[in-house]
């Protein structure tokens, strides 16, 4: 507030929101994206870690909640190196989606060299975790390991300007860039967290970044469409 990033009303609705018993916005956002006709997919921690924590069986009701709205859902996996626990979270959300063509997007998108190989060969079908946090973005076309396709994470909420403005002039340059690139796809992370008034910077920059890509023609489309697509090309 003190940085003149938001004001003293957006200031005192953070405050308040250790004191609320609601901490997530996925109907909101989902009612938000079916509006547009956005086919986002939301991912789902099977593991706690880094500020991470809710019980499983909380989770499960929520992936059924999106599943029956039509919407894609993943793992928001916690570990990256030990293929023992990464089985084990592929497993349990295995068990609660009873199938096994889902995706992983890792919590705060950490990697090392071998982290990929590991998810391909715990039976992901794709992963999104790779991302640049030092350049803020990553402009790269999707790749495959082994029977996984990786889709690089091109523009994530947290990594953009410290104003509104300042979001929607870094996002414009991001995807100027990458059709300048010729880049099939691109990836965007958007937190439903972040979907109230008490981000206003954030809730406003979605709910601009949807109506822009629109009138920019710019098309929507889901990861296992877009594998689909990948692989009959």
């Known amino acids: 507030m003190l ?13 308040l929101i250790p004191f609320h018993h ?5 109907e909101e956002l989902i009612n938000f994206d079916k509006k547009y006709g ?8 099977m593991a706690t870690g880094l500020g991470m924590s809710y019980r499983q069986e909380y989770a499960k ?11 894609d859902v993943g793992v928001h996996t916690i570990d990256i190196s030990d293929i023992l626990k990464i089985r084990k979270e592929y497993t349990d959300f295995k068990e609660i989606v009873l199938r096994q063509d889902f995706g992983t997007r890792v919590h705060y998108v950490r990697f090392n060299d071998d982290t ?29 390991i082994g029977d996984m396709w990786e889709f690089p994470l091109t523009i994530m909420d947290g990594y953009l300007g410290k104003s509104f403005e300042l979001m929607k002039q870094d996002t414009i340059k991001i995807i100027k860039e990458a059709e300048e690139q010729n880049m099939p796809y691109v990836t965007i992370l958007f937190h439903d967290r972040l979907y109230t008034q008490a981000y ?5 920059w979605y709910e601009w970044l949807i ?7 710019y098309e929507f489309i889901s990861y296992k469409k877009a594998i689909k697509e990948l692989e009959e090309s």
């Open 3 to 15: 940085k003149g990033e938001y004001g003293f009303k957006e200031w005192i609705r953070k405050m």
């Open 22 to 26: 609601k901490i997530n916005f996925i």
């Open 38 to 45: 956005i086919e986002s997919t939301f991912f789902f921690g």
């Open 61 to 71: 009701g929520m992936i059924h909640y999106v599943e029956k709205q039509g919407f």
């Open 116 to 144: 990929f190989e590991k998810f391909a060969e715990a039976g992901y079908i794709f992963d999104t975790s790779e991302f640049d946090k030092k350049q803020g973005y990553l402009i790269k076309a999707p790749y495959k």
């Open 200 to 204: 206003s910077r954030y809730k406003n």
């Open 211 to 217: 109506p822009y890509l629109i009138d920019n023609n």
